[in-house]
């Protein structure tokens, strides 16, 4: 049995009928080639060369036959390859190889690399970022401004792990130094929210907006971080500092407190400002975001988030999905706990 040792971000997938709309800057592959029994098969095309230097440069931690670690090139356990060429922009084009291969021949756990390619001002193709993908199959790649995205099946309930159902499209950010992280494509996002403004300009909303795309990472925002700074208000801040502090003692929190606790939960599907009476004042804003899980559309999760004004805009100051504590309590009661614990 093949399995990915790569965890699926657990969000919505988008629907196909969005997927239409990925945006006029979007470009759909000029050249595609694959190797089905490797991965030197797609050095083609006018970065042959950088790709062959990069698939068979011994780079990559391995295993070897006999147990041991070792270096390696992709190409070495290369099960199959694919690259896709982007249209020339703004003297700019990209290329993308996807890798099926393994680190560890001596089992049977399948990884996927993606390597991103650019050229640049008339010059040739040189290696921009190596990245792990999400995913064990690479298909429909799009070059967009600032991005590569592409779709991939995933399992969904009651899928045999052989045959995925499932359709996610993820992307790669195209940086000033390399590429990001693999996340969720939002493409659509913004259609499907839907907004009931105050008569202030909806700062709140957009704070919870950024809140839900920061996809998989909901750890750095919620702990000490600069991004934690930015969007938690003091209050709920300072809670979050002393609960991590105990954290390494005690068991603190485990899920993410934007899906209602459960880990590998799925984003939002809709947004909206709570229009109950007394929700939204000059100091207060609500938001109730409404979100599924992917592997279980039926499991939904409402979360009131709550915000408040400070000097620099406005924060965060709980976050209460329907049936349980609010995320602040949830902290406090639990880092009163272990203090209580530990004076014993």
């Not at 629907?15 to 050095?43: K, N």
């Not at 390696?72 to 700019?92: E, P, Q, S, T, V």
Request: glycine share 10%.
């Amino acid at each position: 049995m093949m399995r990915s040792p790569l965890r699926f971000i657990g969000i919505l997938a988008v629907p196909v009928c969005m997927l239409a709309g990925i945006g006029q800057a979007a470009a759909e592959a000029t050249e595609h080639f694959a190797d089905p029994q490797g991965a030197l098969g797609v050095a083609r095309g006018p970065a042959a060369a950088e790709v062959r230097a990069a698939l068979t440069a011994r780079t990559q931690d391995c295993t070897s036959m006999e147990f041991k670690p070792t270096r390696c090139a992709l190409a070495d356990n290369a099960l199959n390859a694919d690259i896709h060429y982007g249209a020339k922009h703004r003297d700019r084009r990209w290329a993308f190889v996807s890798v099926r291969w393994q680190s560890d021949p001596t089992g049977n756990a399948v990884e996927v690399k993606g390597l991103v390619f650019v050229a640049e001002n008339g010059s040739g193709f040189r290696l921009f970022g190596q990245i792990d993908l999400v995913g064990d199959s690479v298909s429909d790649v799009v070059f967009e401004l600032g991005r590569i995205t592409y779709a991939t099946n995933y399992l969904r309930t009651d899928d045999s792990r052989s045959n995925p159902t499932g359709r996610r499209r993820y992307e790669i950010r195209l940086g000033a130094n390399g590429t990001g992280p693999v996340a969720i494509q939002r493409t659509g996002f913004g259609a499907a929210t839907l907004v009931q403004s105050p008569p202030q300009p909806d700062e709140a909303l957009q704070l919870v907006k950024r809140l839900y795309e920061a996809g998989e990472d909901y750890a750095a925002i919620f702990g000490g971080s600069a991004a934690a700074s930015a969007m938690l208000s003091p209050g709920l801040a300072k809670v979050v500092r002393e609960a991590m502090s105990l954290s390494r003692r005690c068991p603190i929190y485990d899920g993410d407190p934007r899906l209602g606790g459960a880990q590998g939960a799925g984003g939002p599907t809709r947004m909206r400002y709570d229009v109950e009476a007394g929700r939204n004042t000059v100091d207060r804003r609500t938001v109730m975001v409404t979100a599924a899980q992917a592997e279980a559309p039926k499991s939904i999760s409402r979360t009131r988030v709550v915000l408040i004004p400070a000097p620099g805009g406005w924060r965060i100051d709980d976050l209460v999905t329907e049936g349980m504590p609010g995320y602040r309590a949830t902290l406090a009661d639990a880092s009163a706990r272990c203090r209580s614990a530990r004076s014993r």
